[in-house]
């Protein structure tokens, strides 16, 4: 490994509709990726709890200064002495109208102190072909801030941009980490099956690949304890677009792949996108109001 590189896991996982088994699962595979030399691990999308109901998963929940999640994982990074994102926790918020819950990510220090946390800003409102159909924003409190994060992994330097899920097909997020210095872009994910099977893969590599940085995505997998499919397929990408780990479609998994952040300046350095990027005047040519 490169003295100016570090390994970045992704942990894969199938998470129920309750907190504490979740929990469990996600230490026993945090400490699995420490083990294999991981210095920032990072977690999927509502790592805690996947659960569609509202009622349910607002009775599960519970705000941050008094999560006993939020709590566990600041130790186990302490314990391990390792940069832990996890990807998503569903947070409750108190509100006096309005949805109550917040989608949030945490980005743990190694000495276990929260660095940065962020709510997801896109809301994930859709209604898919096979008659799935999807309302965030009834039960989620948008985010209003970008999130990046500057840290030392392993003694190398990295600026972190942090997204989730849905947030992937808002390349303007994206690109705004990226012109700011960001050399890895973190987007955990509940992605469904049928988008997954259709986007997932090109998503990360166009994100990679336009904004020549690294893409490190955990995913959550399988069929879930509320009746959902989710497609997993955990990856990293490299600023070039190379797939360096994958993990399958179903299983709970770990992935590490190792991190150069030189790597990105040196693709931005060939293909300087970034920094090309020009301001243009729209006109609107209507052939109707012509005639």
């Known amino acids: 490994m490169s003295r100016h590189a570090f390994k970045a896991a992704c942990i894969q996982m199938n998470s129920g509709t309750a907190v504490t088994p979740n929990v469990t699962a996600a230490t026993d595979l945090i400490r699995a990726a420490a083990a294999a030399g991981a210095h920032y691990v990072q977690t999927p999308?509502?790592?805690?709890?996947?659960?569609?109901?509202r009622a349910a998963l607002e009775a599960a929940i519970a705000p941050q200064n008094e999560n006993p999640s939020v709590s566990a994982f600041s130790q186990l990074a302490k314990d391990l002495k390792i940069w832990l994102h996890i990807g998503s926790m569903a947070i409750a918020l108190r509100a006096q109208s309005g949805p109550t819950i917040a989608n949030r990510a945490f980005l743990f220090r190694p000495d276990g102190r929260i660095a940065a946390t962020y709510d997801k800003i896109h809301m994930y409102d859709v209604d898919l072909d096979n008659g799935e159909s999807w309302r965030?924003?009834?039960?989620?409190?948008?985010?209003?801030?970008?999130?990046?994060?500057?840290?030392?992994?392993?003694?190398?330097?990295?600026r972190l941009g942090i997204s989730i899920c849905y947030d992937l097909r808002f390349p303007a997020l994206f690109r705004t980490y990226a012109q700011a210095g960001a050399t890895v872009l973190g987007t955990p994910a509940v992605f469904t099956r049928q988008t997954g099977e259709a986007h997932w893969h090109v998503l990360q590599r166009a994100r990679a690949i336009e904004n020549a940085a690294f893409m490190v995505s955990a995913a959550q997998a399988g069929s879930h304890q509320d009746g959902r499919e989710t497609f997993g397929h955990s990856m990293i990408v490299d600023p070039w677009g190379a797939i360096l780990a994958e993990a399958d479609g179903s299983n709970?998994?770990?992935?590490?792949?190792?991190?150069?952040?030189g790597l990105a300046d040196a693709a931005r350095r060939k293909i300087p996108a970034l920094t090309a990027d020009r301001s243009v005047e729209l006109q609107i040519i209507s052939e109707s109001a012509a005639a």
């Open 252 to 261: 709970e998994a770990v992935i590490v792949a190792e991190i150069e952040p």
């Open 136 to 158: 965030e924003s009834k039960t989620y409190r948008p985010g209003t801030e970008a999130r990046l994060v500057d840290m030392m992994v392993a003694g190398t330097a990295v």
């Open 45 to 53: 999308e509502m790592t805690t709890i996947v659960e569609k109901d």
